[in-house]
């Protein structure tokens, strides 16, 4: 049987405070979104500010980078590339949504909307790095 690192709520808090120190810094007002490496929603925070469509790009971000264990923008730049046909899989190729790796496999993720879609991913960086930092 295999044994693989998974969040906890400690690391769901500790993610969530890196990305909103990250928004607030810059005066962005975004949703922050983890999901588990299922997708399954562990925490959605919605920042003043940010609208309800916000809320559902960013689950939708998150989700993508969870399931398909890459980044949103991985999706985007083949879509922009020419691979329309991505178009009807069940991802969202915008960037904004990262995977969290740990020990080479993939635990979670995190989606971010609200500004930008690279500052976006900017901001989810920001939160796993908080994690990963300890």
């Known amino acids: 049987m295999k044994n693989r690192p998974c969040l906890t709520l400690a690391d769901v808090k500790k993610i969530a405070a890196g990305c909103e120190a990250e928004a607030i810094k810059n005066k962005?007002?975004?949703v922050i979104a983890?999901?588990?490496d299922g997708g399954?929603?562990?925490c959605l925070q919605r920042m003043d500010g940010a609208t309800p469509f916000n809320a559902q790009v960013a689950l939708e971000k998150g989700r993508t980078a969870a399931v398909s264990r890459r980044s949103t923008k991985s999706w985007e730049d083949r879509v922009a590339s020419g691979r329309?046909?991505?178009l009807n899989m069940p991802v969202l190729p915008v960037q904004g949504g990262l995977p969290i790796v740990v020990e080479g496999e993939c635990i979670g993720a995190v989606g971010i909307s609200g500004v930008q879609s690279h500052e976006d991913e900017q901001i989810a960086q920001a939160?796993?790095?908080a994690l990963l930092r300890g």
């Open 28 to 30: 962005w007002n975004v």
């Open 34 to 36: 983890i999901l588990d």
């Open 40 to 42: 399954h929603p562990l």
């Open 84 to 86: 329309v046909a991505m």
């Open 127 to 129: 939160g796993i790095d």
